[in-house]
Structures are given as structure tokens and as C-alpha cells.
């Protein structure tokens, strides 16, 4: 169950505008960190206390120090994206900023909607790029999402997984028409569900209706 926004911390700007820097998944040290933020004026020991050292007690990014390549003794410390990053927390993260978002486009509050898109979909490419679920990114919608699951538990029973797709759509037209509210209002540009043709669609229910004995 998702938690709420009254149990889980928001990340600042500041480490917003870092994860967005980082995100490749690359090792960087910290002025090169700074450069990527575009924000080479940022004292290191503010970088490190107030951004770094918060997003690694989360769990979403990870340190390591390495010598410098001068051969003295001297350390530089370098910060990535973690590999096993916790992605319950990524997801609530999203959740909480989609909710965020959706509250603000509703009291028509522009500043509002700017700050949580693009926090929105920060995280939410974090998301997809370390969460898969056979093979499709997990995703765009709460209501996509939760199509992808229903499709990855039925995908035995179907000959492709795009087939349980269409499956999950006309088994849960509700969840679909959820999602396809939402792209249109909220969602950042990305992959959306497969277009699927009405005469496939026809198919395949006729296709579950023979397996259930139905007409």
C-alpha cells in the first residue's frame, strides 16, 4: 500500500536537481557532480552534507572512495545511483509527487505543477530504468501499472505478452480508461500502453470466452 505524504520525506530541490544529474547510473565525483547541476558555485561540504549524505541514508545512492590519480595518498569520493536501489521507496517517492502534482493542477497552481512534473518524472525514470517486469518497464500510471501486473500473471495463458496486455485492458476496461485519463493530464512523455486494433481486441475475447466456455 502506498504510504502517504504524511509518513514519507520529500526530497528537496537540491537533491532533485541531483538525482536528475546522476541519473545515468555513472560514477561521478563531485565537481563533476556540480558541473552536471550546473551549479559549480555549490560549496562541496553543502553538497555533500545536505544532498548526498540524505540520498545515501535512503538507500538511493551509494559512495565510494578511490585515490587520486597524482600517486599520493589522497582520496576522492565518488557518488552513483545504487545497483539494488530500494525501489518501494522510489515508487512512494513518485506516488507522493503525483499526488502532489494532481492536487496542484487542480487548484490551478502553475508554479506547483512545474516543481512536481519534474520531480514526477525524475524519479519516475528511475523507476524504469531499475523496475521491470517481463521485459516492459513499469510504469507511466498507477492504472498501467497495475494492467502490467495483472498481464504478468496471466501471460501463461495467452500466446504474447502483448496478447495479456489487451487481455488486462478489456478484462479491466475501468483501469484503462484510468490510465488514459491521467496520460492526458499528468503523464510525462514516455512509452504508453501498446495500441492495440479493435478487430485484435475482438479476437482475444473471443478467444477467453472459448477457454471459459462461453459463447
Same mark, same amino acid.
Given at each position: 500500500?502506498?504510504?502517504?505524504?504524511?509518513?514519507?520525506?520529500?526530497?528537496t530541490?537540491?537533491?532533485?536537481e541531483?538525482?536528475?544529474?546522476?541519473?545515468?547510473?555513472?560514477?561521478?565525483?563531485r565537481?563533476?557532480?556540480?558541473?552536471?547541476?550546473?551549479?559549480?558555485?555549490?560549496?562541496?561540504? %553543502?553538497?555533500?552534507?545536505?544532498?548526498?549524505?540524505?540520498?545515501?541514508?535512503?538507500?538511493? %545512492?551509494?559512495?565510494?572512495?578511490?585515490?587520486?590519480?597524482?600517486?599520493?595518498?589522497?582520496?576522492?569520493?565518488?557518488?552513483?545511483?545504487?545497483?539494488? %536501489?530500494?525501489?518501494?521507496?522510489?515508487?512512494?517517492?513518485?506516488?507522493?509527487?503525483?499526488?502532489?502534482l494532481?492536487?496542484?493542477?487542480?487548484?490551478?497552481?502553475?508554479?506547483?505543477?512545474?516543481?512536481?512534473?519534474?520531480?514526477?518524472?525524475?524519479?519516475?525514470?528511475?523507476c524504469?530504468?531499475?523496475?521491470?517486469?517481463?521485459?516492459?518497464?513499469?510504469?507511466?500510471?498507477?492504472?498501467?501499472?497495475?494492467?502490467?501486473?495483472?498481464?504478468?500473471?496471466?501471460?501463461?495463458?495467452?500466446?504474447?505478452?502483448?496478447?495479456? %496486455?489487451?487481455?488486462?485492458?478489456?478484462?479491466?476496461?475501468?483501469?484503462?480508461?484510468?490510465?488514459?485519463?491521467?496520460?492526458?493530464?499528468?503523464?510525462?512523455?514516455?512509452?504508453?500502453?501498446?495500441e492495440?486494433?479493435?478487430?485484435e481486441?475482438?479476437?482475444?475475447?473471443?478467444?477467453?470466452?472459448a477457454r471459459?466456455?462461453?459463447?
Open positions: 500500500m502506498m504510504r502517504t505524504l504524511d509518513d514519507i520525506d520529500l526530497l530541490a537540491q537533491q532533485l541531483f538525482l536528475c544529474a546522476i541519473s545515468d547510473g555513472e560514477w561521478y565525483d565537481k563533476s557532480i556540480r558541473k552536471k547541476m550546473g551549479m559549480k558555485k555549490l560549496i562541496p561540504s %553543502i553538497l555533500s552534507e545536505r544532498v548526498i549524505k540524505p540520498l545515501e541514508a535512503k538507500g538511493i %545512492i551509494e559512495q565510494e572512495e578511490r585515490p587520486l590519480k597524482d600517486g599520493s595518498r589522497k582520496m576522492k569520493k565518488f557518488a552513483r545511483i545504487r545497483e539494488d %536501489i530500494d525501489l518501494l521507496l522510489l515508487m512512494n517517492l513518485r506516488d507522493s509527487y503525483q499526488t502532489l494532481k492536487n496542484s493542477n487542480e487548484k490551478q497552481d502553475k508554479r506547483g505543477e512545474m516543481l512536481y512534473q519534474k520531480a514526477y518524472e525524475a524519479l519516475d525514470n528511475l524504469q530504468s531499475h523496475f521491470v517486469i517481463g521485459g516492459t518497464s513499469l510504469s507511466l500510471s498507477p492504472g498501467e501499472a497495475e494492467l502490467y501486473r495483472i498481464a504478468h500473471k496471466i501471460e501463461k495463458y495467452c500466446k504474447t505478452y502483448e496478447q495479456a %496486455i489487451a487481455a488486462a485492458c478489456i478484462a479491466r476496461p475501468d483501469l484503462y480508461k484510468e490510465h488514459q485519463e491521467w496520460q492526458s493530464k499528468y503523464g510525462p512523455k514516455g512509452r504508453r500502453l501498446p492495440v486494433d479493435p478487430t481486441y475482438d479476437r482475444i475475447r473471443r478467444e477467453l470466452n471459459n466456455g462461453g459463447d
